[in-house]
């Protein structure tokens, strides 16, 4: 009889042994995909994030290139003005000095060396 009632008894709760055994096996599998899938989560809203401050640095580039852009086409203008203004002098100096020289020439050449040191 004592070998029948542990026969028994596993024959009896074989099933429940069983499907308690492939219970636990399927909750460790779905523990194991749970753990994962919330790893994964945590990466892909850390790429996101990653995205995000590259998509705000580039619109914060772009707003600088443009900034740029604009400050270099500003300065070039008032580099055009002022080289305008500075060939606007020279234009009506360089002529006076030629003419200057050309009468001083033209008179006596001992006293022109003292002359043009004086320009």
């Known amino acids: 009889m ?4 542990p026969n028994g008894f596993f024959q009896k709760y074989k099933e429940l042994i069983v499907t308690t055994i492939i ?8 523990d194991s995909i749970n753990n994962q899938t919330a790893e994964i989560k945590k990466w892909y809203e ?10 705000v640095q580039a619109d914060n580039l772009s ?3 443009k ?7 500003r ?6 003005d002022h080289n305008q203004r500075i060939r ?10 030629i003419n200057r020289l050309k ?17």
């Open 2 to 5: 004592s070998n029948s009632q």
């Open 63 to 65: 707003k600088l290139e």
């Open 46 to 55: 850390l790429m996101i994030g990653i995205n995000e401050k590259v998509k």
């Open 67 to 73: 900034s740029l852009e604009t400050y270099v086409q």
């Open 103 to 119: 009468s001083l020439t033209k008179q006596d050449t001992t006293d022109a060396k003292d002359s043009i040191a004086d320009y």
């Open 75 to 80: 300065t070039d203008s008032r580099f055009d």
């Open 23 to 30: 219970c636990l096996f399927l909750t460790g599998i779905y």
């Open 88 to 97: 606007s002098i020279e234009f009506e100096i360089i002529p006076r000095r």
